[in-house]
């Protein structure tokens, strides 16, 4: 039971898609993860998928809707079964929250490696 | 669906410990909240509580053990039945996290008042 610096935990990773876990609320695990480039189009059957831009921006493009830029302080959250791809042109870094165990590509992939934990 | 600008939602109220709920995550609400002050010592009985300072710098007393600053940037999960006390000697803004109907106060109040929504 300590405060999580989030700039300090980013600084120990320089990899994309690839979020680390710094703290558990309920039976969510508290991610930070860096961005850059495209994510695959995929959904997440059953949890919503929370993301909150710490640096950077970001583009939420949603399956048949028009994309939403997401910048440094905003939060956006996909709704469950929603058809989603999260991309960024320069590195953004996001905080994200989903459920232990649920995998970053949703239904693509039903046994994920559990993630590192900083 | 769309990007959510906690400034903007802060700037929308000035009262102190009155979380407004700004977005929903699967059964939780999503919450900006201004301290100042000091909360009564309280616990969540079947509930972590997540805090992420966005600006300026609280304290989290902890019942029997030392107190934790906590700056902006930086994130603190309250396990559940944990004892806390939030403070903040000068006003702090805050995003919180919470299970949708769990009274701010914890155990101390079952049957709260919906916190509006923003």
């Known amino acids: 039971m300590k405060p999580v610096n ?3 935990k980013l600084a120990m990773f320089s990899t994309h898609w690839d979020p680390h876990v710094v703290a558990d609320y309920n039976q969510n ?8 480039g495209e994510f695959p189009f ?6 919503d ?5 710490l640096e950077g921006e970001m583009i939420m493009d949603i399956e048949g ?3 939403h830029p997401i910048k440094a302080g905003e939060l956006f959250v996909v ?8 991309r960024a042109e320069n590195e953004v870094k996001v905080l994200l929250i ?4 649920e995998p970053n590509s949703g239904s693509a992939d039903r046994e ?3 993630k590192p934990r900083i």
Do not use: C, N, W
């Not at 695990?29 to 850059?36: A, G, H, P, T, Y």
């Not at 995929?42 to 949890?47: A, I, P, S």
């Not at 998928?49 to 831009?53: E, G, I, P, W």
């Not at 989903?98 to 165990?101: A, L, V």
């Open 65 to 67: 809707q028009p994309s």
């Open 29 to 36: 695990e508290i991610m930070v993860v860096k961005f850059k």
């Open 79 to 86: 709704p469950k079964g929603v058809v989603h791809r999260p």
């Open 49 to 53: 998928d929370f993301f909150y831009v």
């Open 42 to 47: 995929h959904l997440h059957e059953e949890t």
């Open 6 to 8: 989030l700039s300090e």
């Open 112 to 114: 994920p490696a559990p």
């Open 98 to 101: 989903e459920p232990k165990g």
